[in-house]
């Protein structure tokens, strides 16, 4: 079509027709103006489905990474329940000078139970690196911030602080000079009547649990904060899909 124009305005040019040559030249300046803004439509339209398709992957990537969370979170969250529990039954056996009965060598096993965290982070790293604006959902966004710099930093540090360092410091010492584990879960004292009247390790044995409470709590709420997240996030990829 330009090529038309050209011939047509170079034989009005060579028929000095001035008037009429500038028209075709006008007309070829707006096809070729079309022209352009055509194909950056098509390249804007080319990059707009290159990010939403980058942007489902990542979004998919989250979804699988907070599934494996959860299930995490589901594990850790049973151990620091039934370690609470058998803390709180445990000091009260003994306060209440209770003799001692087989059935709470499973409690006193299980004030051994702590967890351990293998969150899976590698989708929100890949996303940080590449900018949140990825996110076009500025509430997806917003949650994805809140829940890994929010709730998954506690959660982890009150862990690391509380189920760990003061489990393996102070707990951990006290437990093993006071119980034997006989089998997996079970424990018994080595001298039960010397313990109904040992003050620091009834102290260590209520504060433990009251711990394991606590990193309990977080752990619930990172569980919870996950799952919502994985609901939002699916029904984003659907829409963008559609």
Known sequence: MIKFFRRIRQKLVAESKFSKYLIYAAGEIVLVVIGILIALQINNANENRKLRNAEIKI????????????????????????????SRLVVEALESKSPWNDSMGVHYGWIFLKGLSNLNTSAYDNLKAQGFGLISNDSIRLGLTNLYSGHYDRYLKYEQEFA????????SPVLLSRLKMDRWFHATPLNYNALLEDEEFREVVRWKGINMAFVGTHCRTARDGASELIADIEREIQRLEN
Request: charged share 20%; aromatic share 8%.
């Open 59 to 86: 979004l998919k990537e989250l979804v699988v990474n907070l599934r494996t969370d959860s299930i995490d979170h589901s594990a850790n969250l049973e151990w620091y329940v039934k370690s609470a529990n058998a």
């Open 164 to 171: 760990v360092m003061n489990y393996n410091q102070v707990v």
